[in-house]
Structure formats: structure tokens, C-alpha cells
């Protein structure tokens, strides 16, 4: 971490050029073509996951931000009826919606993780419940673009929110809008963005650094709040913190105690939050035994669960790539002196970082008994590795950019070359990947597990709905 001191070479964005404008303009082409595939798509409910977080965002424009009474849940549920996309909204068990569940003071509640309500509930109260997703993930490629731009250089950052927005995970989830996954991933983009800026800004005022931190944490601190595995990237957020703190010596110490002290007060908040709603400072809303992790599942899920990221993340073989190359590099100049020696030092404490926010993730959910099986598609099963997209992102972009700075058809840089036409690749493979899961949902589009004799087993065709535990 010693190595994350600035280099001559990325240490400050040299003066404004049109090379910049156009980093600029690519990043926001990016983006804007994610909106246009989303909302170009109409809206359907494909799991019942989708139907409770809309019963939750729904009943809070109603004035009910924690739990309801079993009468309002009961008319709440009979209110959300109607079919939508095929996926009925009817009165669950005991009358509330459909994953809702019964507290042991008979009041109602979703049994979803609940930050994600307090999120959308605006969007749903102006009508605008399609850009939720969209707009945090705004915020996600604001934080891209500027923690890759201060690690990479030029079009670093513009890279990055390229392979952010091109994956048919992203689209996917942007598009569900009563979903919380791509929130959540833009959030954790965000805030690993922006504190990959505070880290390296060597030269900015504290006070801006402070705040910039402050509020990189509270990013990701919301997306716990969605969904509380993401605890584990809060935690190495706070790890990154401490190592560079104590042994770079380059953060201002009140900075330090600025953030640590934001994600002491979150924990707390979130703890008194479960003791009053679900009875205790661990519990959720899922019954015991719902949601299980075990070792046992780790097989299984290495059998089943990669043709499922290609597909929905291809974006993910960039990013092993960057880090075999980013190893490489420091194995060859580990003893080596000089201003490339350091930056590829530099290079290296940065990927440390980040790989381990994107393994804490995955590793998390390579554990998850529920998609140690063969029969989910890929709209089911992705979705809890979805989070880990940033990083992902940050990564693949040192892949595209750390290239000879040799020029091509004139004076166009080779790096620009190369990241709009991966980008414009993966656009392609995303837009194909979320066409299929959009209209086969739970079709027979990715097989991954064999029937008797041998022989591939379709799954059930898009009409029928299957419950998951997907709030984990």
C-alpha cells in the first residue's frame, strides 16, 4: 500500500484537451445507451422477488415505511392483483403480499432486506419508478469515471463505465426496476469509485478528501442497507482504509475518524433497525434455515454457476486477465527501481484492493446453497454476483488502457481505439444476452445441467413462476 504514493505519469490529469472531451463524451455514450436499452423494453414482473419489493415501495408512498397491520396488508396485496407481465400479484399467505411475512406481533413485512424501499419510494411517488435503477447508477458511473481516471490516466475512466454499463447483467437489472441488484452494484461502484480517487489524490485538500470519503462510505453503507451480505465489501472498504492509513501515512487522520466513525453509526442504525422491526440486531425477515451458506455448496456452485456469469458478465474475463497481468508485471520488476517499477507497484495495491471487494462477493456466494443446482437460468442465479460489477469494471479498464502509447490512424490513441471497440463488443453480447433472459425468463436458454441418460433437461417455460430466496 506504500505504492499507492502518485507518479509523474497519472499523478494529475494534464490540461484540458479534446482527448478529454471526447473520454468524456464516450463515457456518457456509454451510459446513454444503457438508458435506451432499458427503457426501450417494456416492463414485466419475471420472479415474485420483483412483486414484494414492489408491495414494499408501494406501501411506503401509502406512509408506511416499516411494517403493516395484516388488514393493510391484506388490501395492499388485493390492490397489487393485477397481472403484470404474467407474474400475478396476489394475497400471499395469511392475506399479505406475495414473500411477505407475518412478525410475531402480527404485523406484516416483506421479508426482503429493506433498504432497498427507501431508495425507489420516491421514484415510485412521482411516477418515475423506471429511472430508480437508472439514476444510482448515474452515481455508479460518476465514481467510475473518476477513481479510473485518477488510476489509469487518459480514458481510464471512460473505460471503466463502458464495461460497467455493456454487461447483460447490468441491463438485466436496470431494467427490473422493483429489483434492488443493479442499486445495489451502482452504489458499490459508486463508493469504490470514489474512494480509489480519495486513495490516490495525493495532492487535493483534505477537507475534500474528507468528504469525498464520507460519502463513498455512505454509498456503501446503502447498499448493505439493500442487501446486508454486501457487508463484506463495507468491510474491505474499511480494511483498504486502515492498511493505506497505517502503513502509507498519507490520509489525513481525521478523515480516518470521519469515516470509520460513519460506518460505526450506520452498524449501530441497522442494529437497532432489526432489534425493533425482526426482534433482534442479527435477524432479517427470512424464516430460520431460508437462506443457508454452507462450504458443501462450493462445488456444485463452480459446476453450475460460471456459463451463468459468461453470459451475463463476459466483462469478468477482462478482469481475470488484468489481474494474471497486473501479477505479472510485479513479479518481473519486484526488485527493480524508477518511476515504471513504481507505477507497476502502484498498479498492484490498487488490484489488491479491488480484487478483494470482488472476491468477498463471490466467495460469499459460492457458498450459497440455493444455486448449487442445475435447474435455475441465468436471470435467477446471477444476480447475487452482480454487486462485484464495479470492481469488475475498474479492473478490465487497466487491461484496456495500460498499452503501448503507440497512435493509430493519424493521431487517434490506440487506447481509445481499443476501449470503443471492446465497449461497442460487449454492448453487442449484452444486448443479445439480455434479449434471451428478457424473453425466456425461465427458459431453456443456458443449459448447464443434463437429464437422465445424459440427455439436457429443459426448464419450465416463461409463464411459470418459481420462488426464490433471492434477498439474500
Not at 32 to 55: F, H
Not at 294 to 321: E, T
Not at 366 to 388: C, D, E, G, K, N
Request: hydrophobic share 50%.
Amino acid at each position: 500500500m506504500t505504492a499507492l504514493a502518485p507518479t509523474p505519469e497519472v499523478a494529475r490529469p494534464a490540461a484540458r484537451t479534446g482527448w478529454d472531451v471526447a473520454e468524456a463524451g464516450l463515457a456518457v455514450a456509454a451510459f446513454a445507451v444503457l438508458c435506451v436499452l432499458v427503457l426501450k423494453a417494456k416492463p414485466y414482473l419475471p420472479e415474485p422477488d420483483d412483486s414484494a419489493y414492489r408491495a414494499s415501495i408501494v406501501a411506503m408512498t401509502h406512509g408506511h415505511f416499516f411494517t403493516l397491520s395484516g388488514a393493510q396488508a391484506h388490501t395492499l396485496a388485493v390492490q397489487l392483483a393485477p397481472h403484470l407481465g404474467g407474474n400475478q400479484l396476489g394475497p400471499g399467505p395469511g392475506g399479505g403480499p406475495i414473500q411477505w411475512v407475518q412478525l410475531p406481533g402480527g404485523r406484516w413485512i416483506s421479508e426482503k432486506d429493506p433498504g432497498y424501499p427507501y431508495l425507489a419510494a420516491p421514484f415510485q411517488a412521482l411516477g418515475l419508478i423506471r429511472l430508480a435503477p437508472l439514476f444510482y447508477a448515474a452515481l455508479g458511473c460518476l465514481g467510475l469515471y473518476f477513481g479510473g481516471r485518477r488510476w489509469l490516466g487518459r480514458f481510464g475512466g471512460a473505460a471503466a463505465v463502458g464495461l460497467f454499463c455493456s454487461s447483460g447483467a447490468a441491463i438485466l437489472f436496470a431494467w427490473r426496476d422493483y429489483m434492488p441488484t443493479f442499486t445495489e452494484a451502482s452504489l458499490i461502484a459508486a463508493g469504490t469509485g470514489a474512494l480509489l480517487w480519495v486513495m490516490l489524490a495525493a495532492e487535493a485538500s483534505a477537507r475534500r478528501r474528507t468528504w469525498v470519503g464520507v460519502a463513498s462510505f455512505i454509498a456503501l453503507e446503502a447498499a448493505t442497507f439493500s442487501r446486508y451480505t454486501n457487508i463484506v465489501v463495507l468491510a474491505c472498504a474499511v480494511i483498504t482504509v486502515l492498511v493505506v492509513w497505517r502503513r502509507a501515512v498519507r490520509l489525513p487522520g481525521s478523515a480516518v475518524a470521519w469515516w470509520l466513525a460513519s460506518v460505526v453509526v450506520f452498524c449501530a442504525g441497522l442494529a437497532v433497525f432489526d432489534t425493533l422491526i425482526y426482534g433482534g440486531p442479527l435477524q432479517s425477515g427470512y424464516r430460520p434455515g431460508e437462506i443457508t451458506f454452507s462450504p458443501s455448496a462450493i462445488g456444485p456452485n463452480l459446476r453450475y454457476m460460471p456459463a451463468h456469469l459468461i453470459q451475463a458478465m463476459p466483462v469478468l474475463v477482462l478482469g481475470l486477465a488484468a489481474l494474471a497481468g497486473i501479477a505479472t508485471a510485479g513479479l518481473r520488476t519486484r526488485r527493480a527501481g524508477g518511476q515504471k517499477a513504481a507505477l507497476v507497484r502502484r498498479d498492484g495495491a490498487v488490484a489488491v484492493a479491488l480484487a478483494a471487494s470482488w472476491a468477498s462477493v463471490w466467495i460469499v456466494y459460492a457458498t450459497y446453497t440455493w444455486t448449487a443446482a442445475p435447474q435455475l437460468s441465468t436471470l435467477q442465479a446471477a444476480r447475487f454476483y452482480v454487486p462485484a460489477l464495479g470492481a469488475i469494471s475498474l479492473l478490465g479498464a487497466w487491461l484496456l488502457t495500460r498499452v503501448p502509447p503507440v497512435r493509430v490512424l493519424r493521431r487517434v490513441p490506440l487506447t481509445a481505439v481499443t476501449t470503443l471497440a471492446v465497449v461497442a463488443a460487449l454492448f453487442t453480447a449484452g444486448n443479445w444476452a439480455f434479449s434471451d433472459m428478457y424473453r425466456h425468463p425461465f427458459g431453456s436458454q443456458l443449459m448447464v445441467g443434463p437429464g437422465p441418460g445424459g440427455a439436457v433437461k429443459p426448464r419450465p417455460g416463461p409463464g411459470v413462476i418459481t420462488g426464490s430466496p433471492g434477498g439474500a
